[in-house]
């Protein structure tokens, strides 16, 4: 599924699945959420995340955590290694706040639009993985956002380990470094089995 930049794809897929996120044209975010299917409200967590990989850089080896602690995926191929686990998705009440910008897309607003089909309300949507996104953490504890590593065709693939929804936002970030100044398409890839 080609993931037009700036908006949003949801589906669902079977643990033991691999999902493949195709950077096309080279540094686009992608703000990725997931759902477990039986229980949508148990959910990725970043924070769960950071606590028990101990890590706020994510790559190949890495698993991603539910709000349950639950394991929901493996990371198996990375071609990037450096992902986001900071950051909250932008949206509708960010960009009046940070860039005095009413009525731009988001990605909270694609992912809920996405999700609306599975009846995940917004308030359920957790912080992303965003995937592909750089940013520095200083000594001094500032955070810093510059453009991804990705190039065209880099590739996250992520190995399912329960059933799934999962949702992704080709990211509209326009106003800083997030994109890379240039917002562009994402490919989903579902290799169910
Ligand atoms: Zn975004």
């Given at each position: 599924m080609l993931v037009r930049g700036g908006t949003g794809f949801a589906a669902t897929a079977s643990a033991s699945s691999l999902v493949r996120i195709i950077d096309?044209?080279?540094?686009q975010v992608g703000d990725l959420v997931l759902f477990r299917a039986d229980d949508t409200q148990e959910r990725f967590s970043q924070a769960n995340t950071r606590k028990l990989e101990n890590t706020i850089y994510l790559g190949r080896g890495n698993r991603l955590w539910s709000?349950?602690?639950?394991?929901?995926?493996?990371?198996?191929?990375?071609?990037?290694q450096r992902h986001d686990i900071l950051s909250s998705a932008c949206s509708p009440y960010d960009y009046p706040v940070r860039?005095?910008?009413?009525d731009h897309p988001s990605c909270l607003a694609n992912l809920t639009a996405a999700l609306e089909p599975f009846g995940?309300?917004?308030?359920?949507?957790?912080?992303?993985?965003?995937?592909?996104m750089r940013q520095e953490l200083s000594q001094e504890g500032t955070f810093t956002v510059l453009e991804p590593?990705?190039?065209?065709g880099s590739t996250l693939e992520l190995r399912l380990l329960v059933d799934w929804v999962v949702a992704i936002s080709a990211c509209p970030?326009?106003?800083?470094?997030c994109n890379g100044w240039v917002i562009t398409d994402l490919m989903l890839e579902l290799e169910r089995t």
């Open positions: 096309v044209a080279g540094k709000t349950r602690c639950a394991a929901l995926a493996v990371i198996e191929r990375d071609s990037v860039f005095g910008l009413r995940i309300p917004e308030y359920l949507i957790p912080d992303p993985l965003n995937v592909f590593l990705s190039g065209p970030q326009d106003q800083n470094p």
